[in-house]
T-cell receptor, first 116, second 112 residues
Framework: GAGVSQSPSNKVTEKGKDVELRCDPISGHTALYWYRQSLGQGLEFLIY????????KSGLPSDRFSAERTGGSVSTLTIQRTQQEDSAVYLC??????????????FGPGTRLTVL | SQQGEEDPQALSIQEGENATMNCSYKTSINNLQWYRQNSGRGLVHLIL?????REKHSGRLRVTLDTSKKSSSLLITASRAADTASYFC????????????FGRGTSLIVHP
């Protein structure tokens, strides 16, 4: 594809349900990032994947959050037992590489999650 | 916090005027990037400036970096209504995290 895509674009769920958010990065990009943005706030880093290395999970807010990246491409962010404070826009970004230089991040349009 | 902080939080100007936004950070950086976000969705990369650079231009955008003051500014000249958006700086710290960290952003409104 031409850019980073995310699905669904909007998700409304009930408190306590599990949700899965999907990110398709740009082909060939080895680095993939998940961020969370609450209303009117900056981006909060969640997790980072780089190639075949172990992901950096240092930003995940609780053990209800997990993510995987299959085959070095598509990534899924899973939130278990959702809480109202999980409501936010979840943004995915990819870049050519992560560790060195100033690689531009390409962002997807985000998934707006609303937990009722 | 290591993240950059943008200033002002909000800026309202008339079309044709210049808009200046600032970003301050706390530790040494490798580079600093500016992004734009429309309608609370995906961010678009605008410009990157490396720690050994002082000024960069891209169209109507001018970015400066003062590493001694740990600050950067983004100037948009001859603003247009379409420039209305939130602007974020992202910093990558030298010798540390490779994950760009973002500030809270400056919300710019350009009135036609």
């Amino acid at each position: 594809g031409a850019g980073v895509s995310q699905s669904p674009s909007n998700k409304v769920t009930e408190k306590g349900k599990d949700v899965e958010l999907r990110c398709d990065p740009i082909s060939g990009h080895t680095a993939l990032y998940w961020y969370r943005q609450s209303l009117g706030q900056g981006l909060e880093f969640l997790i980072y994947f780089q190639g075949n290395s172990a992901p950096d999970k240092s930003g995940l807010p609780s053990d209800r959050f997990s993510a995987e990246r299959t085959g070095g491409s598509v990534s899924t962010l899973t939130i278990q037992r959702t809480q109202q404070e999980d409501s936010a826009v979840y943004l995915c970004a990819s870049s050519l590489a992560g560790g060195g230089g100033g690689n531009e991040q390409f962002f997807g349009p985000g998934t707006r999650l609303t937990v009722l | 916090s290591q993240q950059g902080e943008e200033d002002p939080q909000a800026l309202s100007i008339q079309e044709g005027e210049n808009a200046t936004m600032n970003c301050s950070y706390k530790t040494s950086i490798n580079n600093l990037q500016w992004y734009r976000q429309n309608s609370g969705r995906g961010l678009v990369h605008l410009i990157l400036i490396r720690s050994n650079e002082r000024e960069k231009h891209s169209g109507r955008l001018r970015v400066t970096l003062d590493t001694s003051k740990k600050s950067s500014s983004l100037l948009i000249t001859a603003s247009r209504a379409a420039d209305t958006a939130s602007y974020f700086c992202a910093t990558r710290f030298s010798g540390g995290s490779y994950i760009p960290t973002f500030g809270r952003g400056t919300s710019l409104i350009v009135h036609p």
